[in-house]
């Protein structure tokens, strides 16, 4: 039976080395490395890489949130409650100016029908001391061709009543005239007046409408400032987000803590504890040495394998020697030996 465990434990150990030494001589220095390095490295080189990006995102959120809080207080200065106040009283006072040049201008437009219907009344009379004047001098015209037939006749007494006549209409030509003249002036006059009227209810409307345009000048200062100050708000906002987002991202970047793997093989030179053996046929245990001895060999010689295969693993050849192999091989060997005097001893 214990020889049978002997052999086993021999080609479980040549196995070792072959695989070993077969695994060192194809696959790169790349692949050895990886291997047989902790996969933690890795993972600490990706997490410091991580931190340090999410550290460069905070502080740009940083920057971006100060310059964004700059703006802020910029937009609330120029938007500040004196200055809308301001903005707010100037409005009123012309929407006040605007609203009395808007009554003016009602009140103006009143009495033009009226003024107009004067006009038209004094345009009748006119017209009608127009052909007033017209009518007598038909007559006149007409008085002076009968005279001239008269005079022709003879008839003394006709011809004295017909120039009588002839006076009586001139004089009433005469003042048909100046008749005429009066309803002219009076027709001027009251176009004169409805012109000047029309002319005050347009100032009024005019001014209205500059009043109306100054308004709507501050109203739209007034709506820029505060628009602006709620964009620079919803723009800090944001920021702010950003900010906490980042610092989130940064803080979770930083806290996972990588422990690295403690270095199991001591470093060169380094004293090694040896295994204090019992004298042999002591009291304290009845056997030989030989066991302690195997103990040995069987430790050191795995952990010089395991300093030589950790060695190899970092050297960066792509193809070891053949003493770096048969040095893996012995170490296999001298851990199978050392298992076989062990069963061999236990018998």
């Avoid at 029309?198 to 009024?204: G, I, L, P, Q, S």
Wanted: aromatic share 4%; glycine share 4%; charged share 25%.
């Amino acid at each position: 039976m214990n020889d049978i465990l002997a052999r086993r434990a021999r080609r479980a150990t040549m196995g070792i080395a072959l695989s070993v030494a077969l695994a060192a001589g194809i696959a790169p220095a790349t692949a050895i490395a990886a291997e047989t390095s902790s996969p933690v490295d890795a993972v600490v080189l990706q997490t410091v890489a991580s931190s340090e990006t999410a550290a460069t995102e905070k502080e740009k959120a940083y920057a971006a949130m100060q310059e964004a809080l700059k703006n802020l207080e910029a937009a609330k200065e120029a938007a500040s409650p004196e200055k809308i106040a301001r903005f707010n009283n100037d409005i009123a006072r012309f929407q006040e100016y605007r609203d009395k040049m808007l009554a003016q201008a009602a009140e103006s437009r009143e009495p033009l029908p009226a003024m107009q219907a004067d006009i038209d009344a004094a345009q009748a009379k006119y017209d009608e001391a127009g052909n007033r004047v017209s009518e007598l001098q038909a007559k006149l015209d007409n008085k002076l061709e009968v005279l001239k037939a008269l005079e022709a006749l003879g008839d003394e007494e006709l011809v004295k009543t017909v120039k009588q006549q002839i006076r009586q209409l001139q004089n009433e030509i005469v003042g048909a005239k100046a008749y005429v003249d009066h309803c002219e002036t009076e027709l001027d006059e009251l176009r004169l007046r409805l012109r000047s009227q029309e002319k005050r209810v347009n100032d009024c409307e005019r001014a209205a409408e500059n009043y109306k345009a100054r308004i709507d000048q501050f109203i739209a200062w007034r709506d820029a400032l505060l628009d602006n100050l709620e964009k620079a708000q919803a723009a800090y906002d944001d920021a702010c987000k950003a900010y906490e987002e980042a610092k989130a991202a940064a803080d979770k970047a930083t806290s996972p803590e990588i422990t690295q793997p403690t270095e199991t093989t001591p470093p060169s030179g380094s004293a090694q504890p040896t295994e204090t053996t019992q004298p042999t046929g002591s009291a304290a245990t009845g056997k030989d040495a030989a066991p302690s001895s195997a103990k040995q060999a069987n430790t050191g010689g795995g952990k010089q394998a395991t300093t030589t295969a950790d060695k190899l693993a970092n050297t960066g050849d792509t193809t070891p020697s053949a003493i770096a192999l048969a040095g893996i091989a012995a170490m296999g060997l001298g851990i199978t030996a050392a298992a076989t005097r062990r069963i061999k001893n236990s018998k």
